[in-house]
């Protein structure tokens, strides 16, 4: 097997969810799959062990904040961002792009590239196609990601033309300046809620035969309706054989929606933030475990669950090192979601190769715009 190939090994009759496989050079991605985030080159208050028996493969990091600290001559030094955070397993590094829309007041975007404006001292840090590529060559994941302006929503359609056009220039400036080949470089569709222009995009980044393809510029303030629509819209568009990436996206009914589209990675920081704040994810709902009613509440979490918190502790325990201002928490809740998103995937991924994935999942295909549910 090549070192990047897709494999699909299953398709739904009803729909375009498929399960496939995803070589790497530190291990095979199963998909479909969620992906936790660990932007400074770690998850959120767990150990890579934690990680590991959360079911998750394949994780996140960050080129722009790693870039700031502790820079990626460092991590190069000891061996890469795998060797440098203790993670052997898949990973992948988003390109900054995203920065280029959530620090818009501390940046300023040209055809060369976005300056923004350290948070930390104050310098300008130049942050160009070549820039981003060069990072994430020091940092080493298996997967890079392109440079991209992510326009906000909402924006003038004039505004996203223009983005979306630059995107692709300079996708094509990254492809010149990537050069490490067990690194595998996916382009980014943007378009924003312009379909014409999603389709525009699609189009020519499929013709450049990259190892994989991801969808941007979504969950930044669209409902989700709108997000629904441009994920089924664009992701048929997609080369059948490589693997697509939902950037963002990491609820049940999203997640669910974009793989009976034909998607299969997802990333959101959802499962540790709210984690921070005290919340559990439970089959798709939202518990704050601060509130009273669990106070003496000695079942765990999800009797469903097989992860180390449900096996362990109580809702009543979490409940009260919540209110002790204790930050265990927040470790025993990160497992739990993590586990909930990473499970929720794998048991997709069960019912596509099981040909059950509607009888299974149908509840969660009725459109975001027929349910008043936020989940």
């Not at 496939?20 to 050079?25: I, L, N, R, S, V």
């Not at 497992?335 to 509607?358: C, G, K, M, P, W």
């Not at 009888?359 to 295909?365: N, Q």
């Amino acid at each position: 097997m090549h070192q990047f190939e897709y494999q699909v090994k299953a398709t739904c009759r009803h729909t375009k969810a498929r399960a496939g496989c995803f070589q790497t050079p530190h291990g095979i991605v199963e998909t479909p799959r969620f992906m936790p985030v660990g932007t400074l080159a770690n998850v959120k208050t767990m150990t890579p062990e934690q990680l590991q028996h959360t079911g998750a493969q394949m994780v996140l990091a960050n080129t722009y904040h790693l870039h700031l600290q502790p820079g990626e001559s460092l991590i190069a030094k000891a061996g890469g961002v795998h060797q440098f955070m203790g993670w052997h397993g898949p990973m992948l590094t988003d390109s900054g792009g995203f920065q280029v829309f959530s620090l818009s007041e501390i940046r300023t975007i040209s055809e060369a590239g976005v300056k923004f404006r350290s948070p930390r001292d104050g310098r300008i840090i130049d942050m160009t196609p070549e820039e981003s590529i060069r990072i994430q060559n020091a940092l080493g994941a298996d997967v890079i990601m392109a440079f991209d302006e992510c326009p906000p929503y909402p924006a003038s359609r004039e505004a996203v033309e223009v983005a979306t056009d630059r995107t692709y220039r300079w996708l094509q400036r990254c492809i010149a300046a990537h050069q490490r080949s067990d690194q595998a470089l996916f382009g980014i569709v943007q378009g924003g809620v312009y379909l014409d222009l999603r389709a525009q995009a699609a189009t020519a980044l499929s013709q450049l035969d990259l190892p994989g393809y991801a969808i941007g510029g979504v969950s930044v303030g669209e409902p989700p309706e709108l997000i629904e629509k441009i994920v089924r819209a664009t992701t048929p568009m997609l080369p059948l054989h490589k693997p697509r990436y939902l950037m963002g996206v990491g609820t049940h009914r999203e997640m669910v929606q974009a793989i009976a589209a034909g998607m299969d990675l997802f990333d959101c920081v959802i499962p540790t933030r709210l984690a921070r704040h005290g919340t559990a994810i439970v089959q798709g709902d939202r518990w704050n475990l601060k509130n009273a009613r669990f106070r003496e509440d000695l079942a765990p979490i999800d009797p469903a669950c097989s992860c180390y918190t449900c096996r362990n502790f109580s809702r009543a325990y979490l409940c009260h090192l919540i209110h002790a201002h204790e930050t265990l928490v927040h470790t025993l809740l990160s497992i739990h979601n993590i586990t909930e998103l990473v499970n929720f995937t794998q048991r997709i991924r069960q019912a596509i190769l099981s040909d059950r994935f509607v009888e299974e999942f149908g509840d969660w295909l009725t459109p975001a715009s027929q349910t008043a549910e936020d989940l």
